[in-house]
């Protein structure tokens, strides 16, 4: 399994005086759990049992033992209050004045005390709303769901079902109310809900970006589904405050983890995400921030995890952040409906320590629905839930596979793989990929080399078919340069000119340069010596 080792909401940012004093939010680590008493048949729902058993993992991980009881309540007794209790980690965040930090460390248990770095917060904003669908909005419904061959899984049945899919969010405001959901609730697939923020089962509050979210996994507009798993089971998170906090809420992310393992996720949808209000580019690692180490430690427990890799391309930060920099969360990109590349906005790869990311992209323009009814939006946010619900199919559809296995095939449901460049992954999920043998296919080009260029050549000139469509996969060139080191050092998307598909500049290239080019479901490399 992947190594155990956050931005991808339109901007809004706060700032107030308020933020500039010192930290009271802090994390803090015990030695050990001596005392503690487990039985993983009365605390895991059976098919967290189940996940574990397929997974050949140990039903008595010291990680899911309760924290000791007698430090929590030592701990309690001296900090303002307490947040989160953390069983993976051993640990807890805490309220708490300097003088109770202090008093903290004195404590013989307390291993590690690190406060919560303070973050201004990123709140969604979706350009257009509506009651009713324009015919944009109609069109790109059809689309989403569409270009990953839905008509694929429908024939054989395959709505999620028996997949359980948690969903972490700012909230899932009139879920309960809205007519778009209503099949969910008829057919009682929300089976839990918890407001981390609250501390209640309330959920149906908050924000509207989960609701819009939820939308695109399992919501349905006049009987068009607007994701691809309708008739999942649902565990519902509110881990996020809308406008009001402005530090960490990392553990909350973490809390939700453990709950959503404990009854029994296969898959954990997180459109949310931390990156320059609170890291460096070089803590995007997969190992320095909590919510990462939560992510990766959701994985080591068999659930797949994703999360949006940010809406930052266009910004100064650029880059994904975290959950999505972690190795065995799977971080999905977003692409235009219109062009089939890359948005704009979509964060990009590598991880600070050189990985591949994304891992897969879909739409990051989709119709959704809102507490007010159906709208366009964009962001990351919505192509991760667009792939949770395919992710959802494709378990449906291969049930004794473990985590590495359905891992490993949801990358390889990207219809550019083995292809994979820095903004658009391994490309977008097909159900054919999942439900048969991947075919060899058909040679589309051929490379030359010129004097001064790597000419691109297809075996068919391009004619006026050569327009992209919303529901089809886009049909340019793509191409990566991968130096020595096995790093990509250039890449490019080629509209094709009658048979040429692209020409590559040799003064680009190094001697035993390697050069990977990508066309029409054909995948071939050139080394250049």
Known sequence: MKGLVASLLCVLSFFT????????????????KSGSEYNPIEYLNP????????NNLNLNDSTDFPVNVEYVEKVQSIVDSVRVVSRWFNALSCHATDSQIDKLKDLPFVTDITPFQSSRKQISRFPQKSMSMSMRERSVL???TEIMQAERFQMMDIYGQGVKVAVFDVGFKSVDEREEFKHLFHNDQVIGTWDFVGNSPRVYHGGTHGTSVLSCIAGMIDSIPVGLATKADFLLARTERNLLELKSEEDFWLAAAEWADQNGAH???????????RYFWEDMDGQTSLVSRAANMAASKGI????SAGNDGDSDWEYLGAPADADSVLAIGGIDPWTGFTTVFSSFGPTADERQKPNLTMFGHATTVSPKGVEMAAGTSFSCPLVAGFAACAIQANPDLNWEQLFELLEMSGNMYPYADLVHGYGIPRAERVLDPIAKAEKTFRIESLSNSLL???NDSIA?????????????VFYKIVGKDSLIKYFAVSWPEGNTGARISKARLEQGDVVHVFYKGYYEIYTYN
Do not use: C
């Open 17 to 32: 005086a308020s933020d500039l004093k010192a930290q009271d939010r802090y994390w803090v680590e015990f030695s050990d």
């Open 47 to 54: 098919s967290a049992i189940e996940r574990r058993i397929k």
């Open 142 to 144: 059809k689309a989403q």
């Open 267 to 277: 898959i954990i949808s997180s459109s949310l995400g931390y990156t320059k209000q």
């Open 304 to 307: 797949i995890v994703l999360n």
């Open 456 to 458: 691109v050549k297809l």
């Open 464 to 476: 006026e078919d050569h327009v992209h469509k919303e529901a089809s996969l886009p049909l340019y």
